[in-house]
């Protein structure tokens, strides 16, 4: 059975090397790409993906609360942030998304197929060599 990703990024070019980077791993099929948050909450009920990989600054995500958005993304299993930015505002707004990980862009292309692959298989601690960052929550950052 495949892993069912939704990829949410307003960088075309990022999109493209994600799909490219996932359609070669057999276990996982992209459901879905989005370049807004309103496209991304629309498809999260159109594709029913078992994970979201979230860009953390989409167009439009200041218009929404992380309250917001963390209801909205209750329904999918796995939220997988990603920021080009590690400071303390990145990771508070990720946890605030409710994600479980939040995924350096930078070292993406490491991170990103084992992250999915931890989180589906309910691994509750990253492989050593993943640096992720894991089990957010809004109160362990200070903005």
Same mark, same amino acid.
């Given at each position: 059975?495949?892993?069912?990703?939704?990829?949410?990024?307003?960088?075309?070019?990022?999109?493209?090397?994600?799909? +490219?980077?996932?359609?070669?791993?057999?276990?996982?099929?992209?459901?879905?790409?989005?370049?807004?948050?309103?496209?991304?909450?629309?498809?999260?009920?159109?594709?029913?993906?078992?994970?979201?990989?979230?860009?953390?600054?989409?167009?439009?995500?200041?218009?929404?609360?992380?309250?917001?958005?963390?209801?909205?993304?209750?329904?999918?299993?796995?939220?997988?942030?990603?920021?080009?930015?590690?400071?303390?505002?990145?990771?508070?707004?990720?946890?605030?998304?409710?994600?479980?990980?939040?995924?350096?862009?930078?070292?993406?292309?490491?991170?990103?197929?084992?992250?999915?692959?931890?989180?589906?298989?309910?691994?509750?601690?990253?492989?050593?060599?993943?640096?992720? +960052? +894991?089990?957010?929550?809004?109160?362990?950052?200070?903005?």
């Amino acid at each position: 059975m495949s892993i069912k990703v939704l990829v949410a990024d307003d960088s075309d070019i990022l999109r493209a090397a994600i799909h +490219r980077l996932l359609v070669e791993d057999g276990r996982i099929k992209i459901v879905g790409e989005a370049s807004t948050f309103a496209q991304t909450m629309q498809l999260i009920g159109d594709c029913k993906p078992s994970v979201l990989l979230l860009d953390l600054h989409l167009p439009e995500h200041r218009d929404f609360t992380p309250a917001f958005v963390k209801s909205q993304l209750a329904c999918v299993p796995h939220t997988l942030a990603m920021s080009l930015s590690n400071d303390d505002d990145a990771k508070a707004l990720a946890a605030g998304y409710g994600a479980q990980v939040l995924l350096d862009k930078i070292s993406l292309y490491a991170q990103m197929i084992p992250a999915i692959i931890q989180c589906c298989n309910g691994h509750t601690e990253p492989e050593p060599a993943l640096h992720l +960052r +894991r089990n957010l929550k809004p109160e362990d950052y200070t903005a």
